[in-house]
């Protein structure tokens, strides 16, 4: 069935090293595609997209890779901050339907 | 920032109960979303809306109902609570950009049936 997963489901990383985020996905005539961010007890928190016909996307100090190829996403924090530590979730849209398909969550540990 | 609103956050309640939880956006969003969540899961879609008067079951089942009376509110409703109905609902409305719709989210209710 239709499916986004991510592939590890923790990532700790010191603090003010890169981190990079992935995702997989599987429906493709998914042409859109958005990172989330997560806090405790908050609602997901739009951080960037890309639609397919990109491959790249820059935000402050965000990138998101988009490899069509092999269905493949990639989230990149430059620099990591404490304040980054959260759940990253990635999530599709197949072109022309209402659905965005999430995947689980990949909790990013910022360690000091 | 998003200015999508969702009360109460937090729930307590007891078996049988009815409930209503509430959710408002003030952006003039067309199209809202409500998700329910387990802690560490993915978000499954179980009611979204295109507009006023238009109301749809999405993919997880759910006992839940809806409405969309006024573009800006889009209550859902458990008529009888279950414990199996703890879990976090949150809702989203969504805007055409020059890309494609993009999601926004409330902070979401959390529920607890006891």
């Known amino acids: 069935g239709e499916s986004v997963g991510l592939h590890l489901p923790t990532l700790s990383v010191q603090e003010g090293d890169n981190s990079i985020i992935n995702c997989a996905y599987s429906?493709?005539?998914?042409?859109?595609f958005i990172w989330y961010k997560q806090e405790s007890g908050k609602g997901p928190q739009f951080i960037i997209d890309?639609?397919?016909?990109?491959d790249k996307r820059q935000g402050q100090r965000v990138t998101v890779l988009l490899n069509k190829t092999v269905k493949h996403l990639s989230l990149q924090i430059a620099a990591t901050q404490p304040g980054d530590s959260a759940v990253y979730f990635c999530?599709?849209?197949?072109?022309?339907?209402?659905?965005?398909?999430f995947g689980t969550g990949t909790r990013l540990k910022v360690l000091a | 920032e998003a200015d999508i609103y969702q009360t109460p956050r937090y729930l307590v309640i007891g078996t049988g109960k009815k409930i209503t939880l509430e959710c408002s956006q003030t952006m003039g969003h067309d199209k809202m979303y409500w998700y329910q969540q387990d802690p560490g899961m993915e978000l499954h879609l179980i009611h979204y809306?295109?507009?006023?008067?238009?109301?749809e079951k999405g993919d997880l089942s759910s006992e839940s109902t809806v409405s969309r009376i006024r573009t800006e509110h889009f209550p859902l409703t458990l008529e009888s609570a279950r414990p199996s109905h703890t879990s976090q609902y949150l809702c989203?409305?969504?805007?055409?950009?020059?890309?494609?719709?993009?999601?926004?989210f409330g902070p979401g209710t959390r529920l607890l049936v006891l």
């Open positions: 890309i639609r397919s016909n990109m």
């Open positions: 989203a409305s969504s805007e055409y950009s020059v890309y494609q719709e993009t999601q926004y």
């Open positions: 809306s295109y507009g006023v008067n238009s109301t």
């Open positions: 429906n493709s005539a998914s042409d859109y």
């Open positions: 999530a599709e849209n197949p072109s022309g339907t209402y659905k965005y398909i």
